[in-house]
């Protein structure tokens, strides 16, 4: 059970790197989606004992709502919107994976110091959850185009749920769902959000918003 949680923390790990490091819109989505499917094995292999049937739905309901739902619809929203593939980020990919791995080397150290009693004994999940939260705050920071500052929200959620299964173990079935509405609610009011912004001014580009003041 350890050795499967380490290997999925350490592909969360992976995706962050790769989400610093990606240069097309496309690839960043694809890898959101997969932080979904790697935390719906997460809900099923974090809790102690057995895995139940509550854990089994939660992990599905995590799997087609992060893993499916969540980067159709920013697909969606990218071809209505005729975004480029090409990122245009504030900082540069080579800037933001060396700025990565300092974030990781910061979770890292964070997470030996931190002394949380959930059900896991993996060491790696608090690591892998503060360093998915550092790069969903990154991301939302350094990149200009709205889009890619929608999925930094979304890689900044997964990682609270991650840090919340080290936290607290099974989280309430109704709070996942309460989590999971709240933050399908945003990302549909963001893609209209982003529809409107590319229609009225051609583009999605956050920073030329500056010129609007007087």
């Known amino acids: 059970m ?36 790697l935390l719906g094995l997460l809900a099923v292999l974090a809790p102690s ?3 139940s049937g509550r854990a089994l739905f939660l992990a599905a309901a995590g799997f087609g709502i992060r893993g499916l739902l969540f980067p ?18 504030i900082v540069g990919q080579a800037a933001s994976v060396l700025l990565g791995i300092a974030m990781l ?3 890292m150290s964070l997470g030996l ?7 896991s004994a993996s060491g ?3 690591p892998a959850a503060l360093f998915t939260i550092f790069s969903g705050i990154f991301l939302v920071v350094a990149r200009r185009k709205a889009l890619t500052q929608c999925l930094g ?7 609270i749920y991650a840090f919340g299964v080290a936290a607290v173990g099974e989280v309430p079935a109704l709070v996942e769902l309460g ?5 399908f609610v945003a990302i549909l009011v963001m893609s209209i959000a982003m529809y409107r912004l590319t229609t009225a001014f051609d583009h999605m580009d956050t920073d030329q918003l500056t010129s609007l003041r007087g």
């Open 124 to 126: 790696l999940i608090v």
């Open 2 to 37: 350890e050795n499967g949680i380490d290997r999925l923390m350490l592909l969360l790990i992976l995706t962050d790197v790769s989400l610093l490091a990606a240069s097309r819109i496309k690839t960043a989505i694809r890898l959101a989606a997969l932080q979904g499917v």
């Open 72 to 89: 159709w619809l920013m697909l969606k929203a990218k071809r209505r919107a005729g975004v480029r593939e090409e990122l245009d980020p």
């Open 49 to 51: 004992g057995p895995s």
């Open 113 to 119: 110091r931190l002394s949380l009693r959930g059900p």
């Open 105 to 107: 080397g910061g979770a």
């Open 153 to 159: 929200y979304l890689v900044l959620e997964n990682g």
């Open 179 to 183: 989590v999971l509405l709240d933050l």
